[in-house]
């Protein structure tokens, strides 16, 4: 139980920069890299799309392993592992078909 709680604490950064990372896709996209350019650069809504989709994907995949590292149940495991795979895929599915129709 030790493990799991110092998990979580370890967790709470990632979940903070990747929600701040869906809220401000533009900002987290220039994290580190604003010295490259003089003035402000315009990011696609495909790029910006993408970046949430990540942000999304990430926060589902960090509770996921959490959830997992605290159940011990076979069937709902594989649900959780189930659910975020069709999430992966069909929010992928969304994204690129967003990007082919454009």
Known sequence: MAG???LFIF???IY???IWTYFNPEES???GQRWMYKEEPEFSDDAIRYTK???IVGIFLITMVFALYVIDHFMIRLFIILGFI???IVGG???LKKYVDS
């Open 93 to 95: 599915y969304r994204l």
């Open 29 to 31: 996209m220039l994290l």
């Open 53 to 55: 989709f990540g942000a």
């Open 4 to 6: 799991a709680i110092m």
């Open 86 to 88: 069709s999430f992966v």
């Open 16 to 18: 903070a920069m990747l």
């Open 11 to 13: 967790m709470i950064p």
